[in-house]
């Protein structure tokens, strides 16, 4: 279903009814006490927890001040409890009682806490959470419960979460077996192409990240972008008062040397809390490729055999930065500002060479050497205002801007002899002796968000919002050849210069309604208009102008079936835009028959998901059905303008189904020894129709994950991971299996600890994948492509320590995503 409408008048309609919703403010109540130990010795800094009587959900909570006392202020009408904990004491829970209109005040007068049975002296107690938990969304991974974590990039972490695959040779992250998923950073959305995202993910440091949010089927308060759902990286945010934080130091080993480190420090008075944190990550990586097949290149001469072989060995010096402050200005009103920089580099001296035989010819040898390097520099800074109104209403307001600028050159020196050496290249095509394929982007994206939330009785509350995104993208790039000591552009791939531009009106609105004491109904739906375009001066082949507006609904269902179990049911909408990358015709450099360019035809995808879900005492099981419609594929070989060459681009399938079923079994043999396994896959299906002969597949396809854990004396604890990756397809690819397997030793060491991790312990980072076993295209190919990473050569063996410093007392702050919210992926 498409709409079409003027998007301004929408967002002033949007925001006019958000403004009249503010205006009629209803009553409201507010919770008070105070906090005595035995000798009535108020206790200060104790968590105060206001909870329904009816489902036991937390509504909101708040610390005693020096003197004991709190104040809990801003609430609807209900039914509640209160529920009171401090380190050294027991717990407290108080009996339910009722706040409405005819009482505005509960004062719950002085409670006295009991001490703790056992006294604790110089010991931190840590309640671990499950390292899988399941959500409406989808599921929540905790990677700092996993001793593998420290030490290792952000990219590796997310490779080891269930149903996420990594494919770094292809450059694609898929999740439930679907490559249209957008990834978050801090709610974030990273709005660049995924070949960048990747190298982004691959230099930041794991050590500060708290978790990773997996939703396939994300609420109506994001945006609807990403036909495979979202992954949402979440870092670590100091919850302590006073001064504290802590260092992290890394270093390893596999064919080359790695190293991190990283430092975060927060200061907390209670009313400003200032934060900021710096790592920095150094790696030396190996990669190893050789593809061998046949296909028809008129290029080279028509027919040919071919085996083509390329080894990297990459250097990335990267380092990533946050400063910001959060302000109380009074119980209601809260303020803050933060800024996030990340930049560096990378440097890599390739080598390629092959062979080209041809039933007819001369056969020719090709040998290449690279002198690639790149660098990022990437910014996001954010304002915000959270105001918490009378009647259960509250207020936040988000102003973000988000800058990246990459910048990449790629030289080489090649020569394509015959069995006489004679050469066979000469400048003006691909097989010129001395070429450079450049690339510069700049991306500046401005995003402005409201959000209004109202309680509206004891079972419904309503979350409304508006958001507008506009981006500028400036980029150049092409191929040149060297003549007579002067660069100029390539017959295939001349330089072109093109900006974009991109604006999104966004509107939402859901109602989140109790139906009794054990069900639950979430419904809403976000309307997205967008708008994307190229400068009317830009090149024929370059110029994009596309429109699109749309509705997305979601409905969540839940009911709880006693103390240990419940069920969810939901449907949701989402779409998947073309990228400018996707969209645009430029081209860069691939080998010595082939380019990268994008397809200014492609189409949106539309997905529609329908979810049940159940878990009972911690165990989880999910079934998904999807439907796809113009599924966007990524890197098929198709004819272009200059005769003979492969133009690698994106395509549209016609369609793709899939039936998906995740099962999250948690195991715990002793107190000593506990695991956890998922499964995640089932029956997938696709029809593609821009090859000569169009064609369906039907497979069944998943992953497995485990984690062993085990808590030893003395201080020491292990862990055993890994991951299996069943054969798969893709348009008319087949990828085989791969497994991986990961070890990690911890010591406790006072205050800090100490890590040894061992990554692919039996070197199965392996990667082989079959092209042309489905269907023919437009150049009869038949490729085996095997590509294998530093640990099939080497194993990789880490040292991390960790130590946390400063203050060790607890405040309650509610985590908070900024207007960018969802903004940072689509380039």
């Known amino acids: 279903m498409f709409l079409w409408v003027k998007p301004m008048d929408h967002m002033k309609q949007l925001l006019l009814c958000l403004l009249l919703s503010i205006i009629f403010q209803t009553t409201f109540g507010q919770v008070t006490g105070k906090l005595t130990d035995r000798n009535n010795q108020g206790i200060p800094f104790a968590m105060v927890a206001l909870l329904k009587s009816t489902d036991s959900t937390i509504v909101k909570s708040a610390l005693t001040d020096n003197t004991g006392a709190f104040q809990i202020a801003n609430v609807a009408d209900g039914k509640y409890f209160v529920r009171i904990s401090m380190m050294g004491y027991q717990t407290y829970k108080s009996t339910s009682f009722d706040l409405d209109s005819a009482t505005k005040q509960k004062d719950l007068g002085t409670i006295t806490l009991n001490n703790a049975s056992k006294e604790l002296s110089g010991v931190v107690i840590r309640g671990d959470k499950p390292q899988v938990q399941q959500t409406a969304e989808g599921v929540t991974v905790n990677v700092q419960n996993s001793i593998m974590t420290q030490g290792s990039s952000v990219l590796d972490v997310l490779q080891r979460s269930p149903g996420v695959i990594v494919d770094q040779h292809n450059n694609t992250i898929s999740l439930n077996g679907k490559t249209g998923v957008m990834v978050m950073l801090d709610g974030r959305l990273m709005r660049m192409s995924m070949d960048q995202l990747i190298t982004l993910l691959n230099s930041i440091s794991a050590d500060n990240i708290d978790k990773i949010e997996l939703m396939n089927t994300p609420p109506a308060k994001y945006d609807a972008e990403g036909n495979a759902g979202i992954i949402n990286i979440v870092t670590k945010k100091s919850k302590k008062r006073g001064t504290n934080g802590s260092v992290t130091l890394s270093g390893g080993y596999g064919m080359y040397e790695k190293a991190s480190g990283g430092l975060n420090i927060n200061h907390n008075t209670g009313k400003v809390n200032l934060y900021g944190s710096f790592s920095y990550w150094h790696s030396h990586d190996y990669g190893y490729l050789y593809a061998a097949g046949s296909d028809d290149a008129a290029i080279v001469g028509g027919h040919e055999d071919f085996s083509y072989t390329g080894i990297s060995k990459p250097i990335s010096n990267f380092g990533d930065g946050t400063v910001g402050a959060d302000i109380t200005l009074d119980t209601a009103t809260t303020i803050g500002a933060s800024v996030y920089y990340w930049g560096g580099g990378n440097t890599n001296l390739p080598h390629n060479y092959g062979d080209y035989i041809f039933p007819d010819a001369p056969s020719l040898t090709f040998n290449s050497f690279f002198n690639n390097s790149s660098h990022l520099d990437n910014a996001i800074a954010n304002l915000y205002l959270d105001k918490h109104l009378a009647g259960g209403q509250a207020i936040r307001a988000d102003l973000d801007y988000l800058y990246y600028n990459t910048r990449s050159l790629s030289n080489s020196q090649s020569s394509l002899t015959d069995s006489l050496g004679n050469p066979a290249g000469n400048s003006g095509n691909l097989f010129s002796p001395v070429q450079r394929d450049f690339g510069n982007t700049r991306i500046k994206v401005l995003i402005g968000k409201l959000d209004y939330s109202k309680q509206l009785n004891k079972k419904i509350k309503l979350e409304t919002g508006a958001k507008a995104t506009y981006t500028r993208t400036a980029a150049s790039s092409g191929i040149e050849d060297l003549e007579n000591g002067v660069w100029v552009p390539n017959i295939v791939g001349s330089a072109n210069n093109f900006v974009t531009y991109e604006t999104i009106d966004a509107g939402y609105m859901t109602f989140n309604i109790q139906l009794d004491s054990a069900t639950s109904l979430i419904a809403g739906a976000r309307y997205e208009y967008s708008h994307n375009y190229t400068d009317k001066s830009a090149d024929t082949n370059y110029r994009v102008d596309r429109k699109l507006g749309r509705l997305f609904p979601s409905v969540f269902f839940s009911r709880k079936l006693g103390d240990n179990s419940s069920w969810q049911a939901s449907y949701t909408e989402r779409v998947t835009r073309p990228s400018y990358n996707d969209l645009t015709s430029y081209v860069s450099y691939n080998s010595p028959t082939s380019v990268f360019t994008g397809n ?228």
């Open 600 to 827: 200014p035809l492609l189409k949106p995808t539309i997905t529609r998901n329908l979810k049940f879900g159940y878990n009972t005492h911690g165990y989880l099981f999910s079934i998904l059905f999807s439907r796809d419609d113009n599924p966007i594929i990524g890197i098929q070989g198709m004819p272009g303008p200059v005769k003979g060459v492969v133009y690698l681009r994106p395509e549209n399938g016609d369609w793709q189904n899939s039936i998906t079923l995740q099962a999250i079994i948690p195991i715990k043999i002793a107190n000593w020894w506990d695991m956890n396994y998922t499964f995640t896959g089932g029956l997938r299906q696709y029809k593609i129709s821009y090859t000569p002969q169009p064609f369906e597949k039907a497979f069944m396809a998943g992953s497995f994950n485990f984690s062993e854990n085990f808590k030893l004396s003395d201080g020491f604890s292990a862990e055993l991971s890994g991951y299996y990756n069943s054969p798969s397809y893709s348009s008319n690819w087949h990828s085989y299996s791969n497994t991986i397997v990961n070890l990690g030793v911890k010591k406790e060491l006072g205050k800090g600890s100490l890590k040894l991790s061992v990554d692919d312990i039996f070197r199965g980072a392996i990667y082989k994948s079959d092209m042309g076993l489905l269907g023919t295209d437009a150049f009869n190919s038949k490729v085996h492509v095997i590509y294998s990473g530093e640990s099939r050569s080497a194993t990789v063996f880490k040292i991390s320590y960790y130590r946390p410093f400063g203050s060790t007392k607890n405040k309650n702050q509610e985590k908070r995503d900024s207007g960018a919210g969802e903004e940072r992926s689509r380039l």
